[in-house]
C-alpha cells in the first residue's frame, strides 16, 4: 500500500513530486471498492501543490477536484468513463449544507425580490451525434413581457443558479449577453458576444456575485441606468451536449 503525491501540467501521465507531503491512514479494498483516509497540510508549500483555502462562504467558489482510477498496479491512462470531477467545500460548517441551500438563504431569504428563468425546452438531443451545441436567445424585453421583469426600477441580477434535470448528457453551459436587443438570428455569429456566465460539469450548481454587487438588468425609470453602465438587453444561452 502506497500513496504517491503526484502533479500534472499537461494531458499525460503524473510526475512524482520531489516533496512528499500526503500521508496515508488507512485503507480498505473489497466489494470491488477501495477507500482510504489521507491527511497532508493545508499549505505545504510545495509549487507543485495547490493550497486548501477557505472555501466557506457562498461568495467563493468551492474546491475543483477531480478523480480517475483503473485496475491496475501502474498508472495508465484511465479511459474515457473512469473519472469523475467536482467540487468540494473543504471548509464548510457541515456536509450536509448544500452550495443549493446556502443560495436559497442568501437570495430567496435574504432580499431577493424575484428571479427570471432561461430554459431549453423540449428538445430532443440527436442521438446520432457524439457531441451537439444547441442555443436559445432571449430579450429582456421578452422577460418582461413574459416572466413580469420589472422595468419601472433599476433591477439587478445578483446570481444564477442551474437547474440541471435530467442533465445527465450535459457538459456545459455558457451565457452571453448584448447591449444590443435586435438580432437577426439566434446563432453564435449574429447574437450576443459578451460571457456572463459559464458552468462546466462539476461545477457548484450555483453562482453569486459579493455582497452589494449587481448586474443592471433593467431600468426604464427616469434615472434609465445613467452611471450604472451599460445595461444587458439580449442574451443567448448555449448549452454544450455530449451522448
Same mark, same amino acid.
Given at each position: 500500500k502506497k500513496l504517491l503525491d503526484a502533479h500534472s501540467v499537461a494531458y499525460g501521465r503524473p510526475k512524482i513530486d520531489k516533496?512528499?507531503?500526503?500521508?496515508?491512514?488507512?485503507?480498505?479494498? /473489497? @466489494?470491488g471498492m477501495?477507500?482510504?483516509?489521507? =491527511?497532508?497540510?493545508? @499549505?505545504?508549500?510545495?509549487?507543485?501543490?495547490?493550497?486548501?483555502?477557505? @472555501?466557506?462562504?457562498?461568495? &467563493?467558489?468551492?474546491? &475543483?477536484?477531480?478523480a480517475a482510477w483503473g485496475d491496475t498496479e501502474e498508472m495508465h491512462y484511465?479511459?474515457?468513463?473512469?473519472?469523475?470531477?467536482? =467540487?468540494?467545500?473543504?471548509?464548510?460548517?457541515?456536509?450536509?449544507?448544500?452550495?443549493e441551500d446556502m443560495f436559497d438563504d442568501i437570495v430567496h431569504k435574504g432580499g431577493g425580490e424575484g428571479s427570471i428563468s432561461l430554459r431549453m425546452n423540449n428538445?430532443?438531443?440527436?442521438?446520432?451525434? =457524439?457531441?451537439?451545441? /444547441?442555443? &436559445?436567445c432571449v430579450t429582456v424585453a421578452d422577460l418582461v413581457r413574459e416572466q413580469g421583469l420589472p422595468n419601472d426600477k433599476p433591477v439587478h441580477l445578483i446570481g444564477f443558479e442551474m437547474d440541471l434535470d435530467p442533465g445527465i448528457l450535459l457538459h456545459h453551459i455558457v451565457l452571453y449577453y448584448d447591449t444590443q436587443e435586435?438580432?437577426? &438570428?439566434? @446563432?453564435?455569429?449574429?447574437?450576443?458576444?459578451?460571457m456572463m456566465l459559464i458552468w462546466n460539469k462539476g461545477q457548484s450548481k450555483t453562482f453569486l456575485f459579493p455582497e452589494n454587487i449587481g448586474m443592471l438588468l433593467a431600468d426604464e425609470s427616469e434615472r434609465g441606468g445613467k452611471g450604472l453602465g451599460m445595461r444587458p438587453k439580449s442574451f443567448r444561452l448555449e448549452l454544450h451536449y455530449e451522448n
Open positions: 516533496q512528499q507531503d500526503w500521508t496515508l491512514l488507512s485503507s480498505i479494498a /473489497e @466489494d477501495i477507500m482510504f483516509e489521507a =491527511e497532508r497540510d493545508l @499549505d505545504t508549500g510545495d509549487p507543485m501543490d495547490w493550497p486548501f483555502e477557505d @472555501d466557506s462562504s457562498l461568495f &467563493k467558489e468551492g474546491t &475543483k477536484i477531480i484511465h479511459g474515457p468513463n473512469n473519472r469523475l470531477q467536482g =467540487e468540494v467545500r473543504f471548509h464548510a460548517d457541515s456536509s450536509s449544507v448544500r452550495d428538445f430532443t438531443v440527436p442521438h446520432a451525434w =457524439e457531441t451537439w451545441y /444547441e442555443w &436559445k435586435s438580432y437577426s &438570428k439566434c @446563432d453564435p455569429w449574429h447574437s450576443a458576444t459578451s
